[in-house]
């Protein structure tokens, strides 16, 4: 979705662009909802709607979520959104993944200055004033820039040798499609529990939804050895039936959650961005978002260069753009952790401090705008 979203960004810049993935850029969508799904915000939707990507997605297929409502399960601790807030359409769409890749997919390939390959890089070797890259197809792509949106165990990042920060947050996050017993309303739901955090993400059908239950590594374990009604059982308690009864409707997908920080994102002919720069636990849905900023912030800079005539694999061109990306970043990771931190286990004074906060910013008007706007993207 990153490195797509650059090269969609980058039409009409005057560059030449090869994208390179060694998976297939579209796939048919099954009927049934597929396990990976995003939060977009309101800024990207916008960019994506300019660039003619948005409307490419069957709306059939698009959740808008118009209210947010999150818990500390088990206290008094509690906090509404709403898109009258602000005031704005919706706060966001749960979107499929592939889906968004299939309409990116389809924009760039129309645009006459971008090449798809479906290829692996076997060999990635670094002049000086050009890259070489071998493919497994016995191809070979020179190019002036290596950007890589390779993902969080990046190819490019270990070739370029950028130096990575990283911390096992000890969660594993559990995804699958549930079936649910009330409509959930376009209201995207989170619940705080003592072993991390449950997201009920609003689905097109008004009885659908995508979870993301983090848990403490081993509970997570426990969690995924349950048989379907078991688990479905659980997932309901642990909900505190908000929805009614839940029912799993699919298969079960778990990954491992840690926090990477690149130390450094640029050196001469290589960038990094998404994934590969930086990844942070999903409690707040801001991961791709975060990729996307990188992706736009980055053809902004590469275009300006074209613009005016200067070298855009300089460092000291690209330095800017580092310097932004990796504060925001920075800043969205550390306010993860504390969410992290805060809402982890049940000591008392810690329950109180928070659901007093939940309370307290729940009830002051300005405060929320400013978080809806800062989640938005605006």
Same mark, same amino acid.
């Given at each position: 979705m990153v490195g797509l979203s650059l090269a969609s960004a980058l039409d009409s810049s005057g560059l030449n662009v090869a994208?390179?993935?060694n998976?297939?850029?579209?796939?048919?969508?099954?009927?049934?909802p597929t396990l990976r799904v995003s939060a977009i915000n309101g800024a990207n939707q916008q960019v994506l709607t300019d660039m003619g990507v948005w409307q490419r997605m069957p709306t059939n297929r698009l959740s808008p979520y118009k209210t947010m409502s999150v818990w500390d399960k088990d206290s008094f601790g509690r906090i509404d959104f709403s898109h009258d807030d602000l005031p704005a359409p919706q706060l966001g769409h749960i979107i499929e993944n592939q889906l968004l890749t299939n309409a990116l997919a389809e924009k760039v390939a129309q645009?006459?200055? &971008?090449?798809?390959?479906?290829?692996?890089?076997?060999?990635v070797l670094t002049g000086q004033r050009e890259t070489m890259l071998m493919l497994n197809n016995d191809e070979v792509i020179a190019c002036r820039l290596l950007v890589g949106a390779d993902g969080a165990n990046s190819y490019i990042r270990q070739q370029a040798q950028f130096p990575l920060a990283f911390k096992d947050y000890g969660h594993t996050a559990i995804v699958a499609t549930i079936r649910?017993?009330?409509?959930?309303?376009?209201? +995207?739901?989170?619940?705080? @529990?003592?072993?991390?955090?449950?997201?009920?993400?609003?689905?097109?059908?008004p009885n659908e939804v995508s979870i993301v239950w983090s848990q403490r590594n081993e509970v997570a374990q426990d969690i995924l050895a349950l048989d379907n009604d078991?688990?479905?059982?659980?997932? @309901?308690?642990?909900?505190?039936?908000?929805?009614?009864?839940? @029912?799993?409707?699919?298969?079960?997908?778990?990954?491992p959650l840690t926090m990477r920080y690149a130390r450094?994102?640029?050196?001469?002919?290589? &960038?990094?961005?998404?994934?590969?720069?930086? @990844?942070i636990h999903p409690l707040a849905g801001q991961g791709v978002n975060l990729g996307m900023r990188d992706a736009f912030a980055l053809a902004d800079t590469l275009k300006t260069c074209v613009q005016q005539d200067v070298d855009?694999?300089? &460092?000291?061109?690209?330095?800017?753009?580092?310097? +932004?990306?990796?504060a925001d970043a920075a800043a969205v990771i550390a306010a993860m952790d504390g969410f992290k931190t805060l809402f982890a286990g049940d000591n008392p004074l810690k329950k109180l401090i928070r659901g007093a906060?939940?309370? &307290?910013?729940?009830?002051?008007?300005?405060?929320?705008?400013?978080?809806?706007?800062?989640a938005m993207g605006w």
């Open positions: 994208v390179i993935s998976q297939p850029f579209e796939q048919a969508m099954p009927e049934a645009q006459a200055s &971008v090449k798809l390959i479906e290829a692996k890089i076997d060999k649910t017993e009330k409509p959930h309303g376009q209201c +995207a739901r989170q619940v705080f @529990t003592p072993d991390g955090p449950l997201a009920l993400l609003p689905l097109a059908n078991t688990f479905s059982h659980r997932l @309901t308690a642990t909900s505190d039936s908000v929805l009614g009864v839940l @029912t799993l409707d699919s298969e079960r997908m778990s990954f450094q994102w640029v050196k001469p002919g290589v &960038v990094i961005i998404g994934d590969a720069a930086h @990844t855009f694999t300089d &460092v000291a061109q690209l330095r800017s753009f580092e310097r +932004a990306r990796k906060g939940l309370v &307290v910013t729940d009830s002051l008007p300005g405060l929320k705008r400013q978080w809806l706007a800062q």
